[in-house]
């Protein structure tokens, strides 16, 4: 059956200095709903929408309307059988041209009712003791992608998010989401760097914030034309780029020939840990951790990464490390004597752990192998970082240097883009920029004869 749309002044009650509201009027099965646009108009100015020559704000509205329309048409092309409810919550909440109101709004199970147990969950994510708040709040948001986060394993994710949200709340509180435009984000932005936040660190704050925006797009709660604040001509999320984070092969070396203390296993260990990943693609704290003995195949470790593992489960890739003579010391000085085939290869972790303990054993591990490699670098008199991270950075750019195609690095590291591969290198690419800068003024080393 055929949908009448319309958009009409509603004449029926006036408001304040006899103006009367703009409304879509939906038609279906003889049934009509209307629904409050953010205008009203008196009777005349509703009139000159349709004239030629307009003043610049009745043609601003005119030309929103007139989209609003389109735009409501298209979905309602695209919903077959139509359904009141479902265009109500696909186009109108959230939407920043309607009256919200008197809309209708989907009830959303709280922690009880979607049958999870949060208990365990609840010291680390406090968001999730939060009772009663509203639906398109900060909050609310928040609160239903964490718990998504949280049932899926991804205790890691979690924190940024929550992280992110603890920062965000702390600018102007608990906001509804229609609330955070493009000029709300430059204000945070203002604001953080005022508090000593750097652009990285707003960028990683901000980015879980455009992840929960098209979490609620896809629920059709939100309309993206109205609501979302980011992108080309509204928020850009700030980026910070090429810092150097690799060290130098020279350095590597310093680390590897570096005399441990015999007394001081701790700092052994963080600096046999530090070299595993630097020789092994760059494998990341957590991988390091859930190895098993099954993943070794003669020479070969072969692994999937846990940072990609639900999103390329339909189609996996993983990864694939040769493991040299260094790597094979330390898996016999390190690794677990019971090699059975689901053991954990090093003692970092345990049968039977649950995600959040694994999460805790995972960053005791970060934290000591980045303490002690601070100490070594200290008594090296290297004034640079040897953190976890800084290892897969300086096997992706000392790849680089010996003439690995940036295809092949991708692969070795795992990366599903491109372009996250291509921000590893970047103080690279400044580097050889710089380097062939030096050659246009060679001549300026020759003797002048």
């Known amino acids: 059956m055929s949908v009448a749309i319309s958009m009409i002044l509603d004449t029926r009650r006036a408001k304040r200095q006899n103006k009367y509201p703009v409304k879509l009027r939906i038609n279906h099965l003889r049934v009509t709903n209307y629904y409050p646009t953010v205008y009203d108009l008196s009777e005349e100015d509703y009139q000159k929408l349709s004239a030629t020559r307009v003043s610049q704000d009745l043609q601003d509205i005119r030309d929103k309307l007139k989209k609003s329309e389109r735009d409501a048409a298209s979905l309602v092309a695209r919903l077959q059988p139509f359904s009141f409810d479902v265009f109500e919550r696909k186009f109108v909440l959230g939407n920043a041209l309607y009256r919200q109101k008197r809309m209708k709004v ?12 949060y208990t365990p969950f609840l010291k680390k994510f406090p968001i999730l003791k939060e009772t ?16 998504k986060l949280v049932k899926e394993g991804r205790i890691s994710s979690a924190v940024a998010y929550h992280c992110s949200y603890v920062s965000l709340k702390g600018f102007r ?9 493009p000029a709300f984000l430059q204000a945070y932005e203002r604001h953080a ?17 455009r992840a929960v925006f098209n979490e609620v797009i896809d629920q059709g709660l939100l309309s993206k034309d109205t609501a979302y604040p980011f992108g080309r001509k509204k928020y850009q999320i700030p980026t ?17 020939y570096y005399e441990c203390s015999m007394e001081n296993s701790s700092e052994r260990m963080a600096r046999d840990f530090w070299l595993f990943s630097y020789f092994g693609n ?24 846990a940072k990609t593992e639900l999103s390329l489960r339909a189609d996996p890739k993983p990864i694939t490390v040769y493991v040299n003579e260094d790597m094979k010391a330390i898996l016999e000085r ?12 090093f003692p970092i972790l345990q049968q039977g752990l649950s995600d959040l303990r694994i999460y805790d054993r995972v960053q005791n591990f970060v934290g000591l192998v980045n303490y002690w490699m601070k100490e070594i670098l200290q008594n090296l008199g290297i004034d640079k970082k040897a953190t976890t991270y800084v290892a897969r950075h300086t096997f992706s750019t000392v790849l680089k240097r010996s003439g690995a195609s940036t295809e092949f690095i991708q692969e070795a590291l795992g990366h599903t883009s491109m372009k996250t591969t291509e921000s590893y290198l970047d103080s690279f690419e400044k580097e050889v920029k710089k380097a062939f800068a030096s050659n246009l003024n060679a001549f300026k080393d020759k003797d002048r004869r």
């Open 106 to 117: 989907l009830a959303v199970p709280d922690a009880e009712e979607d049958g999870y147990d």
């Open 132 to 147: 009663g708040v509203k639906q398109l709040s900060l909050s609310w948001a928040y609160q239903q992608y964490i718990r």
């Open 173 to 181: 509180g608990n906001v509804n989401l229609l609330e955070i435009k």
């Open 193 to 209: 760097i005022t508090n000593g936040l750097s652009k990285t660190t707003i960028g990683i704050y901000l980015r879980p914030l």
């Open 240 to 256: 910070a780029k090429g810092v150097k984070k690799a060290l130098d092969l020279e350095d590597v070396e310093r680390i590897y």
């Open 282 to 305: 760059g494998m990341n704290p957590k991988d390091i951790a859930l190895l098993r003995w099954s993943n070794l195949h003669g020479d070969y470790i072969t692994f999937e990464r």
């Open 334 to 345: 390190w690794g677990n004597q019971d090699r059975s085939p689901d053991n954990y290869v």
